[in-house]
T-cell receptor
Framework: GENVEQHPSTLSVQEGDSAVIKCTYS??????FPWYKQELGKGPQLIID?????GEKKDQRIAVTLNKTAKHFSLHITETQPEDSAVYFC?????????FGQGTTLQVKP | EADIYQTPRYLVIGTGKKITLECSQT?????MYWYQQDPGMELHLIHY???????EKGDLSSESTVSRIRTEHFPLTLESARPSHTSQYLC????????????FGPGTRLTVL
């Protein structure tokens, strides 16, 4: 069936270092891949997304890359800050619904 | 900040009670969703709606039911709550565009004793 695998489940980095979270998806029909950040006590919020017609997208310290052939996409956060600490979810769009990855807990140590 | 609201934010009830979790959005979105988020954080789609009078079951089987009588309102009901229903419930909405950015509410943390 349709699924999205996300790794790692937890990630701890030192402030200022980079963080990378990777996802793979199973359905080649997926054409939209958002990333969500969920802070404690809040619902997930969209931080960046990428569509299948591009290979990379960047927004300040956040970037996402997509390899449609290999069916994987990654989130890159550079110059991490303590406020980046949260749970991050990747997702892949199928007709009518998003399939979410399992989530990655990112801890940025000051 | 997304205009999607959930009440209550926290609810502790006894087994067998009927409860309704409220979700409202003021963005005029046609599509609305309910997710269950377990302690391991994974989001599971339990219900969705494409518009008024449209409701569908999601990927995760749930004993809850939903209704969509008005565009802005998508309540979720449990007729008889059990401890296994203890979880975080997240409501989301999106517009009718093909790229399905979903806006999430803050969630309801339900505990059934």
């Amino acid at each position: 069936g349709e699924n999205v695998e996300q790794h790692p489940s937890t990630l701890s980095v030192q402030e200022g270092d980079s963080a990378v979270i990777k996802c793979t998806y199973s359905d080649s029909a997926s054409n939209y891949f958002p990333w969500y950040k969920q802070e404690l006590g809040k619902g997930p919020q969209l931080i960046i997304d990428i569509r299948s017609n591009v290979g990379e997208k960047k927004d300040q310290r956040i970037a996402v890359t997509l390899n449609k052939t290999a069916k994987h996409f990654s989130l890159h956060i550079t110059e991490t800050q303590p406020e980046d600490s949260a749970v991050y979810f990747c997702a892949a769009l199928l007709p009518g619904k998003l399939i979410f990855g399992q989530g990655t807990t990112l801890q940025v140590k000051p | 900040e997304a205009d999607i609201y959930q009440t209550p934010r926290y609810l502790v009830i006894g087994t067998g009670k009927k409860i309704t979790l409220e979700c409202s959005q003021t963005m005029g979105h046609d599509k609305m969703y309910w997710y269950q988020q377990d302690p391991g954080m994974e989001l599971h789609l339990i219900h969705y709606s494409y518009g008024v009078n449209s409701t569908e079951k999601g990927d995760l089987s749930s004993e809850s039911t939903v209704s969509r009588i008005r565009t802005e309102h998508f309540p979720l009901t449990l007729e008889s709550a059990r401890p296994s229903h203890t979880s975080q419930y997240l409501c989301a909405s999106s517009s009718g565009s093909s790229y399905n950015e979903q806006f999430f509410g803050p969630g309801t943390r339900l505990t059934v004793l």
